[in-house]
């Protein structure tokens, strides 16, 4: 298990230094991401590690958890989002609803078309 | 009791993250029996049920955000570790996600920009300010890239972060009933679209529901986060 969690804050780390290093418009965590999974596909076995699945399993079950410090943080832009409610209401609602279904839509149709 | 103690105790539990930590782990908890207790209604949603009550709880209280956040911090830390181990549904879809290649980063690509077109276009017709336009172009991308993406287009960052993060709940809650009203019942695509609309936090979702859209959720987040970052700032001084 401490292997496994000390792989996922070393990809996490590389990916940090290079998002900064490189000047990269993409956060570390997610260059961090790209890293495993390339290290995951250079392995010679097809499965993966058991320990790395364990501690992955358990911290993607509970992903949400993990959103709620920052999600408590819109409290502080209460006053904000009060100014200009009406616009900023409507894309939320309507303007992400849309995007999930036009994004749906379109990748299974692309889906059907482009092989499978 | 003597009132002395009574304040060294409140001093002890402000001071330390035990009492913000225990909260959140307790709240998340609570919002996971009451999604079971409600079978699963969309609206029931564990993320917008916590946000929702422990919000309430510090205004309520008149606890400071800052100081919930410097003991709920740790939690918030694992969400980079959390991010990296998304590697790990994409890889156990891997033979999936090859063969579903092309189609995946064209949804996405295409998604992510209409995303950011509707946003606007919704805030140019209600009438909103340019810099509260600029913050709303961003909305479905996770929220750090998002906020340097508003910054770089004139928004304010601090908005987009609010911004995202409500995106994201709607999204979780609202958007597989969306799906299936539009009749995507593909996983793939179900994950795509979550992912690329609501970020992380509809990834979250798609994970508990479905091993492959988590995967493909996972992967439209990322690529998402790319594509939106590399041409959203181009096509705003284009067509700004």
Redesign the interface.
Known sequence: MIGALATLLLCQLAGEIAARGLGLPVPGPVIGMVLLFVALLLRRERDTPQALGRVADGLLGNLGLLFIPAGVGVILYLPLLARDWAPISLAIVLGTLASIAVTGRLAQSLLRHLGQ | MIPGGLAEIWVYLAREPLAALTA??L??WMALRLQQALRQHPLA???LI??AL??GG??AAGID?RA??AG??F??F???????????????E?QLVR??A???V???T??GL??AA??VA??L?????PD??AS?AP??V????AM?IAERIGG?P??T???V????????A??PA??N??R???W???G???G???H??G???A??VNPTA?AFS?L???LN??TT??LLPLLWRLLG
Do not use: E
């Open positions: 959140t782990l709240v998340w949603n564990p993320v916590a946000v422990l919000a510090l205004l955000y919930y956040f709920a911090q939690v918030h694992l969400l980079g570790p959390a991010t990296v181990a998304l590697a790990v549904p994409l890889y156990r891997w063969r579903s092309a189609a995946a064209l949804s996405v295409f998604g209409f995303a509707i946003g919704l805030a017709m209600m009438g909103a300010a509260v336009t709303l909305r479905s996770t929220t750090p890239v340097g304010l601090s908005l972060a609010a911004v993060i409500c995106s994201g709940v709607v999204g979780a609202l958007g969306t799906l009203l539009v995507v019942m593909d793939r695509a179900r795509l679209a979550m690329t609309a609501a992380g936090i990834t979250a979702r994970l508990t988590g996972g439209a987040m990322g986060a790319l970052a590399l």
